[in-house]
């Protein structure tokens, strides 16, 4: 099947918006919260795969997208984060609980939109 034109009208952030398909693989650009994932809910995908690349996690960009969709799955390929940082291991329970706590209480009221890594050490040797 080759959907070659979509056309949305009062969908989630789009008032309106009439988007072309040529043949072959199409790719959504833009900044984020400008509307992508609406745009493949709106054109009936499934699900949306997220790889690792030197640099970057597979979970950040996930959980962006899972706070945008309603129905989209999301998935990633096997994560071996415990192999890779510094420390070795995964981390303990008794070692993740302090940021969870913090996230949790009034003292992060003025955090937003930030990715606190309790990670081993895994980001910074990246």
């Known amino acids: 099947m080759h959907v070659r034109h979509l056309s949305v009208a009062d969908f989630r952030s789009y008032t309106s918006a009439e988007l072309p398909l040529e043949p072959g693989v199409t790719t959504l650009v833009g900044l984020n919260g400008q ?46 984060l415990a192999a890779r940082t510094p420390a070795g291991r995964w981390g303990e329970l008794d070692e993740l609980k302090s940021a969870v706590v913090f996230l949790a209480s009034d003292s992060s009221s003025f955090v937003n939109g930030q990715v606190i890594y309790v990670d081993g050490g895994f980001t910074s040797s990246m």
């Open 35 to 80: 509307g992508k994932t609406n745009l493949a809910e709106a054109l009936g995908y499934d699900s949306l795969w997220s790889a690792e690349a030197y640099g970057s996690d597979a979970l950040t960009p996930l959980a962006f997208v899972a706070a945008k969709t309603k129905r989209i799955r999301l998935g990633t390929s096997l994560l071996q």
